[in-house]
């Protein structure tokens, strides 16, 4: 079973700067996906940025320019450094990795998530 562990979370004034980091259990080089996502309080779970066939860079367009996501294949790790936050940026951020098992399709690995507050 894949574990995904975020780190990097905090409290930060808008217009500052955190990185969050994911570090996968098993090499990351094996994922279709791997990304972030974000859940606010009473608010879907949605898109952040997710590297897909380890070179496509995909942005929502709400972070786009100010977010950056990156991988470090040899350390099996994933980051998102994010500029210039906004208190509406405040949620909590999720790891996921896809991975294309086959007959089975994708399957879905989750982290814990790291909470991320952004103060006006």
């Known amino acids: 079973q894949v574990q995904l562990v975020e780190s990097g979370g905090g409290l930060v004034q808008a217009g500052g700067s955190l990185r969050l980091s994911c570090e996968a259990s098993?090499?990351?080089?094996?994922?279709?996906?791997i990304g972030w996502y974000r859940q606010a309080p009473e608010k879907q779970r949605e898109l952040v940025a997710v590297?897909?066939?380890?070179?496509?860079?995909n942005y929502a367009d709400f972070v786009k320019g100010r977010f950056t996501i990156s991988i470090d294949n040899t350390k099996n790790t994933v980051y998102l450094q994010m500029n210039r936050l906004k208190p509406e940026d405040t949620a909590v951020y999720y790891c996921?990795?896809?991975?294309?098992?086959?007959?089975?399709?994708?399957?879905?690995?989750w982290g814990q998530g790291t909470q991320v507050i952004v103060s006006t």
């Open positions: 098993e090499n990351t080089s094996k994922f279709n996906a």
């Open positions: 996921i990795a896809k991975e294309w098992t086959g007959r089975d399709g994708f399957r879905d690995y």
């Open positions: 590297i897909t066939g380890g070179l496509n860079n």
